[in-house]
């Protein structure tokens, strides 16, 4: 299907571009492996590039000079700016959602119209410019009730508030004063969903689909999701209370419309459909969209993958997907847990040294994957606020979990902070 030793460019730094390049270095043909910029641990794969995930002029560059033939693009920032479109137009093979096509996760106003044209269930809401107008309807409106920046804002830009006067203020915060900058030139206001929250997958080449097991990713920074919202704490997958029954619902009434309307208004979705869901009393609902992989997510996913990476990529860009079957572990579970730098997500310290990373990768059915890391002087140190992400396999999500926490006590540094409890509610839900 495809020619041996590709050049393969990935973009981004983090857990998700190094599990996905430690799957790719399993393809059956060897792939020659870049990341821009990478961290510690796909420095063990393949070259790191010292530019960044948004220096889309300087990418173009680099993958024209180095005869790249393959780009993937998978964090939020690169595709909201364009990199698709601008590989693209230079006739470089680049797997992602074109910038009209990745609206549905940098606008949030543009992600909730859509899903009101084409009855796809989600929160009421509405879409505010003005500050006094969006007072008038936070005060005649019911508690909670979340206000969401409508552009990207590093995840910090939901708020789900519990009086009126946590609203004004936040209102205030995003529309004057401007706290996300022009992300915040449009909030969303809308109704809260009470349930549980589930992360859905589906990989697209713009006309057809197919649809990843479940996940869940707990984005709190504490035990017993609380605290600030993160870039996600750890992830689990498949969720046993999710069943194919209510799989189906979620295809049949968001994935399978979205990708037919995205295409239908001439915005064909092709990479990752990530649209996160409530499952509420009255069924799943989409609280966002996201137009890539999650992170840790994706960590999980690659541990459960059997199919050949690279495959299931051409398979998107050919448009071929409906030919290919996805072959996922059978009665595997996998679970991914991010170690972080103490403060975060808050302000934290960086270059404190890491220890125990390889006796830990010695465990059974473990895999450490680096986020936030970078050598110096030959020690492994941090570099981010998620520093690595400790991932394992299991035949019950209890014994993957049991793997992956007996496989952290080898790793330390200074500050190090995670949670204990991942897994914790998803084993406690009666099917
Ligand atoms: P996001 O930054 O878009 O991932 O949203 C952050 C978090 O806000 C989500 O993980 C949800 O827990 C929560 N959230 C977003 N929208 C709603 C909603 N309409 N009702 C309840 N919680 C929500
Ligand atoms: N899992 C959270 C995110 O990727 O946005």
């Not at 983090?14 to 792939?31: D, N, P, T, V």
Request: glycine share 8%.
């Amino acid at each position: 299907m495809h020619k041996e030793k590709q050049k393969i460019l990935i973009i981004g730094s983090g857990g998700r571009e190094h599990a996905i390049g430690w799957k790719i270095a399993q393809s059956k043909e060897k792939q020659n492996l870049y990341f821009a910029p990478g961290n510690a641990g796909t420095l063990e794969l393949g070259a790191n590039v010292a530019i960044s995930a948004t220096d889309i002029p300087k990418l173009v560059e680099f993958a024209k000079k180095e005869k790249i033939d393959l780009t993937l693009a998978l964090p939020d920032d690169p595709l909201a700016l364009g990199i698709v479109n601008a590989f693209q137009a230079e006739n470089l093979r680049i797997w992602g959602p074109t910038k009209d096509a990745s609206e549905l996760e940098w606008s949030k106003a543009y992600a909730k119209d859509f899903m009101k044209r084409h009855k796809i269930p989600t929160a009421k809401y509405e879409v505010f410019t003005d500050f006094k107008k969006a007072k008038f309807f936070i005060e005649k409106g019911k508690l909670p009730i979340v206000i969401k920046a409508s552009g990207l804002a590093l995840g910090k830009g939901v708020t789900v508030a519990q009086t009126k006067e946590e609203a004004f203020k936040v209102l205030e915060d995003i529309l004057v004063n401007k706290i996300f900058g022009s992300a915040g030139n449009e909030v969303v206001i809308e109704e809260y969903l009470s349930g549980i929250e589930i992360s859905i997958h589906a990989i697209s080449d713009g006309k057809n689909y197919k649809m990843f097991p479940s996940s869940q990713d707990h984005k709190r920074i504490f035990d017993g999701n609380v605290g600030p919202n993160t870039g996600g704490m750890g992830v689990i997958a498949p969720l046993p209370f999710v069943d194919k029954a209510m799989m189906t619902r979620i295809e049949k009434e968001i994935v399978a419309p979205t990708i037919a309307k995205m295409a239908e208004e001439g915005r064909p979705f092709v990479g990752i459909l990530y649209p996160g869901i409530m499952l509420t009393a009255e069924g799943p609902k989409v609280f966002e969209f996201n137009s890539r992989f999650g992170d840790p997510e994706t960590q999980a996913y690659m541990r459960l993958l059997e199919t050949d990476f690279i495959d299931i990529v051409e398979a998107s860009l050919e448009e071929k997907l409906k030919d290919l079957e996805i072959k996922w572990k059978k009665d595997t579970f996998a679970c991914n847990i991010a170690l972080a730098s103490g403060g975060y997500p808050g302000s934290y310290e960086k270059e404190k040294v890491i220890s125990g990373v390889e006796e830990a990768k010695m465990q059974p059915d473990i895999v450490v994957f680096h986020a936030g890391t970078k050598i110096v002087r030959q020690d492994l140190t941090t570099n981010g606020g998620r520093v690595l992400g400790v991932s394992a396999i299991g035949n019950t999500l209890e014994e993957a979990l049991k793997k992956v926490y007996k496989a952290i006590e080898k790793i330390s540094f200074d500050g190090m902070q995670y949670r204990k409890d991942i897994g914790k509610s998803a084993l406690e839900i009666k099917n």
